[in-house]
């Protein structure tokens, strides 16, 4: 290389190094909670074992749009999103439900697919969707449409762009 280039690639490796810096804390944040999130399944089944089995039984299983009826005469827990039925016999429905005007979610319940009595909330919602609005939104106001969005997708590019750049530096 050329003397005349040198103090270029240093300048840029430069700026190279300290942009990677600055942009490394959120990337650290983002693949932490990614990685948190690829376990949810796993550990929310771990917390939650008690609330999603049930005794296997030879009664006919309830529908889900009996489930929904029998959830409703129990309580108000608002319009209903999902409702997740397994083929083992002994595995809880778990009923999922939409957000309210406000923008609130009411926790989710196990029910029991036999008779519709509510088995319990599970333990661990709160904490997932805390992480979620982090890894994506970096709890910042706004959700999918504020300034937190802009700037994971911002670092996303980044990463590439840097990627790309520090091969050619190096």
């Not at 490796?13 to 796993?42: N, P, R």
């Not at 209903?80 to 397994?86: H, I, L, N, Q, Y």
């Not at 029991?112 to 982090?134: C, I, M, N, Q």
């Not at 997708?153 to 762009?161: E, W």
């Amino acid at each position: 290389m050329s003397d005349a280039r040198r103090p270029i690639k240093a300048v840029l490796l430069q700026i190279h190094s300290i942009a990677g810096l600055a942009l490394a804390l959120l990337w650290a944040v983002v693949g932490l909670t990614g990685a948190t999130m690829s376990f949810e399944d796993e550990i929310e089944a771990s917390l939650n074992s008690h609330l999603m089995r049930v005794e296997a039984s030879a009664a006919r299983r309830l529908t889900p749009d009996e489930l929904v009826a029998q959830l409703q005469k129990v309580g108000d827990f608002g319009g209903v999103s999902a409702v997740a039925m397994a083929s083992d016999p002994a595995a809880a429905a778990h009923i999922r439900f939409a957000r309210s005007e406000g923008g609130t979610r009411p926790s989710s319940v196990y029910v029991d697919p036999y008779d519709g009595h509510v088995l319990g909330s599970p333990r661990g919602e709160d904490f997932f969707a805390t992480v979620r609005k982090l890894h994506r939104w970096l709890l910042l106001p706004g959700d999918g449409n504020g300034i937190g969005r802009k700037i994971t997708g911002t670092a996303a590019i980044c990463l590439i762009v840097m990627l790309i750049s520090g091969l050619v530096l190096r």
